[in-house]
């Protein structure tokens, strides 16, 4: 097997990335690019500016200062017109304003020097990416940001999509466990909504692309990945599946944001919920309300990260305003309850932490898989719902607790000399998780925590982000 390393004698693989909008898509980008770099390949990163969010731009700088050898091209956007724009989501906004200034790409790409051996970009952004790509002769690879289960339903749109919108959608994707409606991505059910329409252009083009990579493995997804691999699952055309997960927290992303860590340090072993919804789940007062009498309720010791804005550079009220005063001065009792970034790929891994109460975003999953946490899965919206079904169905969650993984088969589909390396991230990754073995084999914290807690559902019945 040849890695990067071997293959920079002579030639050094020039790779460029262009993530999409949210921590949720920059954060695996950044450690993909992390991975490549430390497989001796040049990065170039394609950014765009101002980020959506401050965290995103702090993200960058502490990554470009980590690694100055990356060249960093920022990719101005055109001007877009929010009322001519299909969504008033600022991330969706982002996503558009992406879409609509892709040709100018073009020039940003065949300036680099050397010339590019690849490019990978966010799956956001296939059919505003693909044209360009395509009359320069690059080698264009997808990071797909989320699970190979949810990577099943996108590959199979649109033929799945009037089946799912008209009628039952559960038997759709053959050979996999049937997703239910009710677990389909909401705006997929609409389809006008710019999520199907994107989808249902962006899937056609797949076969256009290289590659595709996830940042999964096998342990965590085998059914889907064992679909993909024996070509069960596979459409003609589709290009080859790579499993390239779990992407680790890297040195780069740690920061100061260090109080929870000192409170951590001073609690028991495996003691502690840790809550979290992500970069951009924002609640309601009502919600974190509910949440926190629900934490209290459960007698765990806990850490709460709240969030009621969806974007951070409007976050400017504390939290007695948001969650109440009251409930704040008696949480403190039982747990430490932040408004603001953390550092959850640190906190994760904190002995202290027995097991996190999580919407499913992507990240989150991977990262609890890495450090052995076991979820209590609690999707709200997107994709979290078929992400949580995965965590349900390898163990990582509620139903029952992980007892270790089976062997780890890496790349899928035929190899390409310049990315034979990533078979590397799941001989790691298998180390791994041989070690965390004892961690999943139980939580007894979480099954409390389940017991006990009695969240309003009717409250939370319609509680879609
Ligand atoms: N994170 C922190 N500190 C915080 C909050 C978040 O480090 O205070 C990190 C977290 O560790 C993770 C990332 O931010 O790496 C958040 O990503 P994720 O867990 O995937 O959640 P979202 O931010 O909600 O991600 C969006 C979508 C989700 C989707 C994901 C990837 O909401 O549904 O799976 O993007 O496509």
């Not at 039982?334 to 202290?352: C, M, N, S, T």
Request: charged share 20%.
């Amino acid at each position: 097997m040849s890695t990067c390393n071997e293959l920079s004698q002579p030639h050094q693989p020039h790779v460029a990335l262009l993530p999409s909008a949210g921590m949720g898509h920059l954060t695996p980008f950044l450690r993909l690019a992390t991975k490549l770099i430390h497989h001796h390949c040049r990065v170039t990163l394609i950014t765009t500016h101002p980020t959506v969010s401050l965290t995103e731009s702090q993200f960058i700088s502490r990554f470009l200062s980590a690694f100055p050898q990356v060249t960093q091209l920022q990719f101005h956007l055109l001007p877009l017109d929010p009322s001519t724009a299909n969504s008033n989501d600022p991330f969706w906004l982002r996503f558009e304003a992406i879409h609509r200034s892709a040709h100018l790409l073009s020039p940003i790409l065949t300036s680099l020097s050397p010339p590019l051996d690849a490019f990978i970009y966010d799956v956001s952004l296939i059919s505003s990416v693909i044209p360009v790509i395509e009359s320069l002769h690059i080698s264009n690879y997808i990071l797909f940001i989320s699970s190979a289960r949810m990577f099943s339903l996108f590959s199979h749109y649109p033929d799945f999509a009037s089946k799912a919108i008209f009628g039952d959608a559960l038997e759709v994707i053959p050979r996999l466990k049937p997703i239910p409606r009710s677990s389909i991505p909401p705006l997929l059910l609409i389809p006008d909504s710019l999520f199907a329409k994107i989808i249902k252009e962006d899937s056609p083009k797949l076969p256009k692309s290289n590659g595709v990579l996830i940042n999964t493995f096998e342990g965590l997804e085998s059914e889907a990945l064992e679909a993909f691999s024996n070509r069960k699952l596979v459409i003609e055309g589709l290009p080859p599946v790579f499993a390239v997960g779990t992407f680790v927290p890297c040195e780069f992303e740690k920061g100061e944001w260090d109080e929870p860590l000192r409170w951590l340090n001073e609690q028991k072993d495996g003691s502690v919920v840790y809550v979290s919804f992500g970069s951009r789940t924002a609640m309601s007062r009502d919600q974190l309300r509910e949440v926190g009498h629900g934490l209290l309720k459960s007698g765990c010791r806990f850490l709460w990260v709240v969030k009621d804005k969806q974007v951070d550079k409007e976050d400017e009220e504390g939290l007695d305003e948001v969650v109440g005063h009251e409930l704040i001065e008696k949480m403190k009792e039982k747990g430490l309850v932040v408004k603001k970034w953390v550092d959850q790929g640190e906190l994760l891994g904190h002995r202290a932490v027995g097991g996190f109460v999580s919407h499913c975003g992507w990240n989150s999953v991977t990262e609890a898989a890495w450090h052995g946490v076991p979820i209590l899965a609690w999707p709200q919206g997107g994709d979290q719902k078929i992400n949580a079904e995965v965590v349900e169905m390898s163990g990582v969650a509620k139903a029952g607790f992980l007892s270790g993984f089976p062997g780890i088969e890496s790349v899928l589909g035929p190899k390409l000399p310049q990315f034979e390396f990533l078979n590397h991230f799941n001989e790691e990754n298998q180390k791994r998780y041989a070690e965390l073995d004892d961690k999943f084999k139980s939580s007894p914290l979480l099954k409390e925590y389940l017991e006990k807690t009695k969240l309003n559902k009717e409250k939370f019945e319609n509680f879609d982000c």
